[in-house]
């Protein structure tokens, strides 16, 4: 993974390299959640995972604006995260719909925790973009009751969904540990301890499980 564009104050290296990451992220959910539309099984799912993939790309064109006023290039800064997103949604390829909305529900959700945590060491004005392009209630909310739809019709494909869900959060984890470690974030972690003796990186990746747990049991699914 190449660097980010290098910045004289470490914040603002940090900040630099954290809007570009999200860019990235936005982006590639635009274009999967358009790809993956494709394949629904009914029109409204088409039209309902199309307005989920036209938001997503509401969210890229917020980050690039921002990163435009800040005077950056926006193919700079998201360059050094293209590879290790393309490849971790080349790792993880679904096989069918329902995985592929599983996808979106682990990936983006566990994503959108670790990028709002790793930006409460940021700037106001950073910090509140970070939170207002993460994916919406709306959003969850759909794919949690699409899902929940699919596993009440056929209850076989829980089995399978919740052990495809497990893949995925183990692949969102090791990339959060590859960027923490490579952008030294984990002081944001701070902001997530449960007490003065835990570890930041620990902290953080509880809580990112913790939530993960909370969103498959709310499908019924075992984390």
Request: aromatic share 8%; net charge negative.
């Given at each position: 993974?190449?660097?980010a564009?290098?910045?004289?104050?470490?914040?603002?290296r940090?900040?630099?390299?954290?809007?570009?990451?999200?860019?990235?992220?936005?982006?590639?959910?635009?274009?999967?959640?358009?790809?993956?539309?494709r394949?629904?099984?009914?029109?409204?799912?088409?039209?309902?995972?199309?307005?989920?993939?036209?938001?997503?790309?509401?969210?890229?064109e917020?980050v690039?604006?921002?990163?435009?006023?800040?005077?950056?290039?926006?193919?700079e800064?998201?360059?050094?995260?293209?590879?290790?997103?393309?490849?971790?949604h080349?790792?993880?390829?679904?096989?069918?719909?329902?995985?592929?909305?599983?996808k979106?529900?682990?990936?983006?959700?566990?994503?959108?925790?670790?990028?709002?945590?790793?930006?409460?060491q940021?700037?106001?004005?950073?910090r509140?973009?970070?939170?207002?392009?993460?994916?919406?209630?709306?959003?969850?909310?759909w794919?949690?009751e699409?899902?929940?739809?699919?596993?009440?019709?056929?209850?076989?494909?829980?089995?399978?969904?919740a052990?495809?869900?497990?893949?995925?959060?183990?692949?969102?984890?090791?990339?959060?540990?590859?960027i923490?470690?490579?952008?030294?974030?984990?002081?944001?972690?701070d902001?997530?301890?449960?007490?003065?003796?835990t570890?930041?990186?620990?902290?953080l990746?509880?809580?990112?499980?913790?939530?993960?747990?909370?969103r498959m049991?709310?499908?019924?699914?075992?984390?």
């Open positions: 993974m190449r660097q564009p290098a910045s004289k104050k470490p914040q603002d940090y900040e630099t390299a954290l809007l570009g990451l999200v860019a990235y992220r936005e982006l590639s959910a635009f274009e999967r959640l358009s790809s993956d539309a394949f629904s099984p009914t029109l409204v799912d088409r039209e309902s995972l199309a307005r989920l993939a036209v938001a997503e790309f509401g969210h890229y917020l690039r604006e921002h990163i435009a006023a800040k005077g950056l290039d926006i193919q800064t998201m360059e050094p995260f293209i590879e290790s997103i393309d490849a971790l080349e790792r993880t390829k679904p096989g069918d719909w329902y995985e592929s909305l599983i979106a529900y682990v990936i983006d959700e566990v994503s959108a925790d670790f990028y709002r945590a790793i930006s409460q940021l700037g106001d004005e950073a509140t973009l970070v939170a207002s392009v993460q994916t919406s209630e709306q959003q969850t909310g794919l949690r699409r899902l929940r739809l699919s596993l009440c019709d056929d209850p076989r494909l829980a089995s399978r969904l052990l495809w869900g497990r893949r995925l959060l183990g692949e969102a984890l090791t990339q959060a540990r590859s923490g470690e490579q952008y030294d974030y984990w002081g944001a972690a902001a997530v301890a449960h007490n003065d003796s570890q930041p990186m620990t902290a990746f509880a809580h990112l499980v913790e939530n993960h747990s909370r049991s709310a499908l019924g699914l075992t984390a």
